[in-house]
């Protein structure tokens, strides 16, 4: 039962193959339900073979070899006379891989990515391939319905051809997936979606004025707010600004003549080894006897 990929599997043998992998060889149950009437039966009509890939054994593939049964149903009434073993617990009809395996490449495709997912799925001792990996996303997200109001969005635009030809995306930022993609990424498009769906409360957006336009438009009660990228920007740019101002030169001291002067005196007083001086140019020497010289100007 260890090898077993779920319930409803029977595990017939377990062999190492020649290319170093293991093959379990199961059955499917003793007697099948018709998904019509629901009834029993044990009249087999024939056959059918799945090759599964499951779960590794000591870094080692798994493919699980399952054989399942074709029923006839016994109810003459019934509609449908021939039916297969359905096993969902184990995969999903016309698969490759366990339930669990799919699971594997869903989460690692959503964290990783297609090639970054295929080569931690090889070291795994779970082979996939990039395509599967992303066409498995796609699958999943057409398979997603959601029929919560949504709340918070997040629009930008992106492009379906650099610099040439630009479309608008929705994101619902509570569930971090996309709602809606737009052909363009004018202002009647956004506010038309947005007064589709009156049930948005917060807007976040770039600081372009088009986004803004349209939510005024489209959901004039719902709260503009930025993105953190655009408020990570904003804040560089006004530390770069500041910088700039406060780094410019202006001709003058930074400080007064006044505290220059009483700083001058409150060293000298301090310590008596130090003299001081005037050059030329009113440049001020404060000479420390026996150790260094330090010069001080003031402009």
């Not at 004039?220 to 953190?228: F, S």
């Not at 500041?242 to 780094?247: C, I, K, T, V, W």
């Not at 080894?273 to 260094?292: D, F, K, P, S, Y």
């Amino acid at each position: 039962m260890k090898w077993s990929p779920g319930p409803g599997a029977k595990v017939l043998g377990v062999a190492l193959t020649d290319d170093d992998g293991w093959v379990v060889s199961a059955a499917g149950p003793a007697f099948g339900i018709c998904p019509d009437c629901g009834r029993r039966t044990r009249n087999r009509h024939g056959w059918s073979n799945r090759s599964l890939q499951d779960l590794p054994v000591q870094g080692k593939t798994v493919t699980v070899k399952l054989r399942l049964s074709r029923w006839r149903c016994a109810h003459q009434k019934c509609e449908r006379q021939t039916f297969t073993d359905r096993l969902p617990t184990i995969a999903s009809p016309y698969a490759r891989r366990t339930r669990r395996v799919s699971e594997i490449v869903g989460l690692l495709g959503h964290s990783a990515g297609g090639r970054p997912g295929e080569r931690l799925m090889r070291r795994l001792g779970m082979p996939v391939s990039d395509d599967t990996i992303l066409r498995q996303l796609k699958r999943d997200a057409s398979l997603v319905s959601c029929d919560a109001p949504i709340r918070v969005v997040g629009i930008d635009d992106w492009s379906w051809r650099r610099s040439w030809r630009y479309g608008t995306m929705i994101v619902d930022l509570e569930r971090r997936s996309v709602v809606d993609i737009l052909e363009d990424r004018s202002v009647a498009s956004v506010a038309r979606w947005l007064e589709q769906h009156p049930s948005v409360e917060i807007v976040s957006r770039d600081r372009g004025g088009l986004y803004a336009q349209a939510a005024r438009e489209g959901a004039p009660q719902a709260r503009q707010v930025a993105d953190r990228f655009h408020l990570m920007q904003n804040l560089r740019v006004a530390i770069e600004e500041q910088m700039s101002l406060g780094g410019r030169a202006t001709g003058r001291a930074l400080l007064p003549d006044k505290w220059i002067g009483s700083a001058q005196i409150d060293l000298l007083q301090d310590d008596p080894t130090l003299t001081q001086g005037t050059g030329a140019g009113g440049v001020t020497l404060i000479e420390n006897h026996g150790r260094r010289c330090s010069i001080q100007c003031t402009l």
